[in-house]
């Protein structure tokens, strides 16, 4: 405890000499603020905008460092030029929705599913959603995981810092800043809030021309289905979906097991705590790996409150269909490597369009003949539960069909959960082949991610690279030599996943906890049936959030009869996320 305050006020005294250094220095750069003599209006959406903002002095590609602007008609005085463009000047008296040119939060979408490039707007896109609650709407162009790690964030940062440069001429309040993605763009999301002003990412930034002497932190980050905490996500995978896996090899068996147990020992020396304060911890049991302990109880708590949740919900008689994702597996969804998501398996329906605001953009991958045996080494089929269900009891029964794991009583209405290994046989098999985010061959879309730059995949699991090594496996050297390898800046994939980890900056056992800003409001939602990554990716996340000093407030839920999408209890993902907004910058 005196540990951590010792950090902690050391980190706090960081924290306020960087705010009056940078109050005392002028931003770096030579990059020109907007041009106010340059806006485009839509008539339609009373919205002024403009496209192709460069962010960065020497972008490394150009075909993505730039930014649209979008903002609300009524935050400025503007006079045309009779050629279709404005020249524009703040209106101090200008309101739209609850919020004053000086009041309004920016959002940042995050569009990188599968941590995928984000194209930069090339015409407008309406964003009335926004905009007529008054938010000032940022589309930053990124670079994505053909580019290699940390490219994605690296040029959300750069984006981040620009608007505080150039805030002196825009309206909108720059320290209200909020990016939103899911998936692969929550991920990049949650990288947002946690790595506000890390110095990993200095060379990085300084490589593109960033603009310096400003912050890159943000004040919230709403993360739906975040891909994340690479450091340790195959391990977790195999913990807690190893279990339904079937025709492993007795090396892949091995592999499996000593990758559930290397779990164990991560979350023991992890340090999280429950609201109470108490450590959660893993213990060896009889049946299955570590499936016992503070730990193991906390997640039965996450699972049967997802299931409460949905049974108050929820009228009944409840149908679910196979739009639904009422088939086996239910609606997980394995990532391929191109970015796009299945709906359980890999012949699964696509999220409609309307889940990313914006346009989508791919890389055009390539082809992975690694995923020719895609089904390989994954889980079996979870229970089909397309049918109408009368009754609360019915649709427990129907979860119980292949055993009893969940029971429910009527007169309380809440349910009680015996086993995780019955959870994810009966809901959230595994899809995804072993090392399912730095697979064996190499064949995953995060194996791109932090690759060099050149499309071909690299290996960056160091705990999965020393269980090869013990077993002498014939993987072992092709990942040994992957993980001495250095990037154009001289860095290690170690250092790169370190930069890619929120824990690393959240976790008081980690090294780099303290030396960021991470964001002091965090909103997550996770469709708790998704077979995409662990459950204790989100519930991780939340755990290191929530006993974070100076994080204010996370609202975390996993919402059941969800999948890999933007997972909402009720309402839609966008009126959500707005709401939260509002709520967050009236305090």
Known sequence: ??????TFCAAALLLVTAAVCGAQNAPVTNLPKVDMNKWLYNADDNVYYQLGIGYCETPADENYENLAILVPGAYFKCTGSGSGTW?????????????????APIVVPVNTPGYSAMAPLSEYSSQAAFTDEGFIYVHAGCRGRNHGAPAGVTDLKAAVRYLRYTADVLPGNTEAIFTFGMSGGGAQSALMGATGDSELYTPYLE????????????????????????????????????????????????????????????????????????????????????????????MIKVIERSLDNFLKDTPFP????????????????????????GGGRLD?????????????????????????????????????????????????????????????????????????AGFVRAFKPASKNLGAFDQLDGGQGENILFGYGDGSGAHFDMTLAEILASLGSGYADAYANDLQRTDA???????RVNMYTPLYYLLESEEGFGSSTPARYWRIRTGIAQSDC???????????????????????????????TKAERNGSSDANFIKWVKSVVSQ
Not at 1 to 6: A, D, N, T, Y
Not at 489 to 495: D, H, I, P, V, W
């Open 1 to 6: 405890m005196v540990k951590k305050l010792i």
């Open 87 to 103: 020249s524009c000047s703040v209106d101090p008296n200008g309101t739209a929705g609850d919020f004053t040119a000086a009041t």
């Open 207 to 298: 490589a593109i021309g960033a603009v310096q002497g400003v912050s890159d932190a943000v004040l919230g980050a709403m993360c739906w289905c975040p891909i994340t905490n690479l450091d340790s996500a195959d391990q977790a995978y195999e913990w807690m979906m190893g279990v339904t896996r079937s025709g492993l090899s007795d090396e892949e068996n091995a592999i499996s097991d000593q990758m559930a147990a290397a779990f164990a020992s991560y979350i023991n020396r992890a340090g999280f705590r429950d609201k109470e304060g108490n450590v959660l911890t893993l213990e060896p049991s009889a049946e299955g790996i570590y499936q016992a302990g503070s730990y193991y109880g906390y």
């Open 318 to 341: 409840y149908e679910v269909t196979a739009s639904q994702g009422g088939g086996r597996g239910m609606p997980g969804g394995g990532m391929r490597p191109d970015g796009d998501f």
């Open 348 to 420: 699964g329906p696509r999220p409609e369009s309307g889940n990313f605001p914006g346009p989508q953009t791919g890389e055009g991958e390539g082809n992975f003949e690694a995923m020719d045996d895609i089904t390989r080494n994954q889980g079996t089929s979870g229970l089909d539960l397309t049918g109408t269900y009368k009754t609360r009891e019915d649709y427990i029964a129907a979860l119980n069909a292949n055993g009893e794991w969940v029971s429910y009583d009527p007169q309380t209405r809440s349910v009680s959960v015996s086993s995780i």
């Open 489 to 495: 800046l001289g860095n290690t994939a170690e250092y």
């Open 534 to 564: 662990a459950l204790s990716t989100e519930v991780d996340l939340a755990l290191a959030l929530e006993q974070y000093q100076g994080v204010e407030s996370v609202d975390f839920e996993t919402v059941w009869a969800a999948g890999h």
